[in-house]
């Protein structure tokens, strides 16, 4: 079995156009056209699933502004089928933010997506802390884009060493930091947040981490904290697969990676 715990789809009529507009972002910062692996639709996600042996998808949508969370919610409670499953999302900046996460809990969501950088809000604010500690109290996992973006103007607003320091007023066990703890930035992984509670997945991390310093960080972590990750449609599932799979991790790492963790969240 295998669990794709990050990947991003939008509604039909606006995929195309969100596709293109993350992709010139890139381009403006980067100076190369990044290749996208599926379209953004639903229907492109199931076709890039069946090719790559991924039985269910996590799809995680993200809120850039205030007022796209409630259409973004009411699309991710759309997809909850045996395949695909979404998270919720919410801006930090809203002051309903607390009401809203009640309702995502109330209504059966199993965490949200935060990305600091599109949200330009720092991982340890105090507004942070607060959505963070409300979110552990109602047994909601929060997804952070973390470390740097592809698309975005440095500063970085959630390094490894602020994440740390959330660690003083949440447990951590909620928390799946994206990219195996911080994008393009491993060495301040395993220097701050390797062996605490918090989370990683392995999104879109092949083509950056050599295979000894991810094999290092999944084994001094745990395997048992970290989650198969591709971020379609930015990646291919199958390229992410093969990369972990030929780590030369034990198959009772690989299982946890692959399916195990995830099933704990998803139930």
């Given at each position: 079995m295998l669990i794709d715990f990050h990947t991003h789809i939008f509604p039909d009529k606006i995929a195309s156009g969100a596709i293109n507009s993350l992709s010139n972002s890139i381009v403006n910062f980067q100076g190369s056209r990044p290749r996208h692996y599926a379209r953004g639709t639903y229907d492109s996600l199931r076709s890039s699933m069946k090719r790559s042996g991924v039985d269910v998808s996590v799809v995680l949508p993200i809120a850039t502004k205030q007022k796209q969370t409630d259409s973004i919610n009411g699309f991710a409670k759309t997809l909850r089928n045996e395949s695909v499953i979404s998270f919720g999302s919410l801006h930090p900046e809203q002051d309903d933010w607390a009401s809203i996460l009640e309702k995502l809990k109330n209504e059966g969501f199993k965490g949200i997506k935060l990305h600091p950088e599109y949200q330009s809000f720092y991982i340890d604010s105090k507004r942070s802390i607060e959505i963070l500690r409300k979110a552990e109290s109602l047994g909601l996992y929060v997804v952070l884009h973390t470390g740097f973006d592809d698309g975005m103007p440095e500063p970085m607003h959630c390094q490894p060493d602020r994440l740390k320091n959330v660690l003083d007023y949440v447990s951590g066990e909620k928390i799946i930091a994206a990219h195996l703890g911080a994008y393009k930035n491993w060495d301040?992984?395993?220097?701050?947040?390797?062996?605490?509670?918090?989370?990683?997945?392995?999104?879109?991390?092949?083509?950056?981490?050599?295979?000894?310093?991810?094999?290092?960080?999944?084994?001094?972590?745990?395997?048992?904290?970290?989650?198969?990750?591709?971020?379609?449609?930015?990646?291919?599932?199958?390229?992410?697969?093969?990369?972990?799979?030929?780590?030369?991790?034990?198959?009772?790492?690989?299982?946890?990676?692959?399916?195990?963790?995830?099933?704990?969240?998803?139930?």
């Open positions: 301040d992984v395993e220097k701050y947040l390797v062996g605490t509670n918090i989370n990683f997945d392995t999104a879109f991390i092949s083509p950056y981490i050599s295979p000894e310093q991810c094999r290092r960080i999944i084994q001094n972590h745990g395997a048992q904290k970290v989650l198969f990750g591709s971020d379609s449609p930015w990646q291919n599932p199958k390229t992410e697969y093969d990369f972990i799979l030929n780590l030369g991790l034990s198959k009772q790492e690989n299982e946890m990676i692959f399916y195990k963790n995830a099933l704990k969240i998803l139930k």
